[in-house]
């Protein structure tokens, strides 16, 4: 019984030194640090359109553009329709579009020397201007159609969507779209006291990687 009580003792003294150096490897020092994580913002696309200087005149958001031609003669070169702005006020990078709307040829009044002309008579109520009247753009300096100097008619564009040339607009980016028209001088009387309408509607979309 004597022999056994020092073992005994010996096992406890084991135990409870165990026990301190479980304590002091747990209670060594240590430190945690959280590193903030900055705020995540999706980018933006935004497309503005103007027909007035950007540079003393705010532009507008509406992207659709409504165009009238009327009282034309014919013409011996090309005459400026319309001179736009258009600027990508987004964080992203763009492709720009241009689409445009049904052309709408309105005959207004009729008159004789149409009349022989055309075959219309005063009940028409379609015009003929769209058949005749040719066109062409510019896009940041660059001249474009649907190839070379065979500019379009106006009518191959009704319903037509297309893409000018050098056509991506960076963050910030400014543009000037115009449109130019010509009424060759052997038109005749065919379209006399026609006129035209459509819209015109842009589009700017993401950039594809």
Same mark, same amino acid.
């Given at each position: 019984? /004597? $022999?056994?009580?020092?073992?005994f003792g010996s096992i406890v003294l084991i135990l409870i030194a165990g026990m301190f150096a479980t304590l002091g490897t747990s209670a060594?020092?240590?430190d945690t640090e959280t590193v903030g994580v900055h705020d995540m913002q999706a980018g933006t696309l935004n497309l503005?359109?103007?027909d007035k200087n950007p540079s003393k005149y705010e532009m507008e958001d509406p992207c659709t553009v409504h165009i009238t031609l009327?009282?034309?003669?014919?013409?011996?070169?090309?005459?400026?329709? /319309? $001179?736009?702005?258009?600027r990508n006020a987004g964080t992203l990078p763009g492709v720009l579009s241009i689409e445009f709307t049904i052309i709408v040829n309105k005959e207004n009044n009729c008159?004789?020397?149409?009349?022989?002309?055309?075959?219309?008579?005063?009940?028409?109520?379609?015009?003929?201007?769209?058949?005749?009247?040719?066109v062409r753009f510019e896009f940041g300096g660059n001249k474009f159609g649907f190839g070379g100097e065979d500019w379009p008619v106006l009518?191959?564009?009704?319903?037509q969507t297309i893409t000018p040339p050098d056509n991506v607009l960076d963050p910030g980016e400014i543009k000037?779209?115009?449109i130019w028209y010509w009424l060759p001088a052997n038109t005749g009387n065919i379209v006399q006291s026609d006129s035209v309408e459509f819209d015109i509607i842009f589009h700017l979309d993401q950039v594809t990687p």
């Open positions: 019984m /004597k $022999k056994i009580m020092p073992l060594m020092f240590s503005k359109v103007s009327s009282n034309v003669k014919p013409m011996g070169a090309f005459a400026r329709l /319309k $001179k736009l702005y258009i008159l004789e020397p149409e009349w022989n002309d055309a075959g219309d008579d005063s009940s028409s109520s379609e015009g003929e201007l769209g058949d005749y009247l040719k009518n191959d564009l009704s319903g000037e779209f115009q």
